[in-house]
């Protein structure tokens, strides 16, 4: 990449980590460069530390300069609202952000993701909106990312999934018409809504969930994400309590 300069780009800060003594890389998710690291030089020295506002679920603007994979941070500005999100619905965020982490590659433009993201952080720190809101960022990130499922046939026979029907969902090939209920079982009523968006009618949220989860679990290559061990820690702390 050649020496290049940024000035006031609307960003999300989805990681950060600390760099020699005083400075940060911070990974950043922008509309037009999709995700990438910045170099914040003294991030955490001088009164003004800038390692105070480069934090996740606040609205920014950052400016940049450099070439190469990791241009210098010149500039950040807070705009708008942020969020303190506490309990699960900070676990969720982190979520939202090791997707974006792990599955964006660097520069590569996403500005419907982007436009999607915050409105998903305002809805998952409300715990009626929280779980549709979540399958909407994980399927669009499917297919935003090159990775959208078969949803809407049967991957042998091509013929159209019918919402009375039960499919056993095969990876990465898509759902396929069975009698068994062993395997990954979801019936075409919710492999319909998912198809046409309908997150917020969905009659079968633990169905969505667990090919959501199966499906990004393939993508993932099998990694773990750090935020679902916060939720089984979690729901073990909730579990003693109530005991």
Not at 2 to 24: C, E
Not at 193 to 203: A, P, Y
């Amino acid at each position: 990449m050649s020496q290049s300069r940024y000035d006031l780009n609307p960003a999300y800060v989805i990681h950060a980590r600390s760099y020699r003594d005083t400075s940060l890389i911070v990974e950043i998710f922008t509309p037009a460069q999709g995700r990438m690291s910045l170099l914040v030089r003294g991030a955490k020295s001088g009164k003004a530390k800038k390692s105070h506002i480069l934090q996740p679920f606040r609205k920014l603007h950052v400016s940049w300069a450099g070439k190469g994979e990791l241009p210098v941070l010149s500039a950040v500005e807070e705009v708008g609202a942020s969020f303190r999100l506490q309990g699960e619905a900070l676990a969720c965020g982190y979520y939202i952000n090791e997707l974006i982490y792990h599955l964006l590659p660097r520069f590569e433009a996403a500005p419907e993701l982007f436009v999607l993201y915050w409105p998903v952080i305002e809805a998952i720190n409300n715990i009626e909106t929280r779980d549709q809101a979540l399958r909407e960022f994980e399927f669009n990130l499917l297919q935003q990312t090159g990775y959208a499922p078969l949803l809407d046939s049967d991957w042998q026979s091509g013929d159209a999934v019918s919402p009375g029907q039960h499919y056993r969902y095969r990876i990465p090939e898509g759902p396929e018409l069975t009698s068994v209920s062993q395997g990954l079982i979801v019936s075409g009523q919710t492999l319909l809504e998912l198809h046409n968006e309908q997150f917020d009618h969905l009659s079968n949220m633990k169905e969505a969930r667990d090919l959501a989860r199966a499906l990004l679990h393939h993508q993932l290559n099998g990694r773990e994400l750090l935020s679902r061990s916060l939720f089984t820690s979690m729901h073990k702390l909730q579990a003693s309590e109530r005991g």
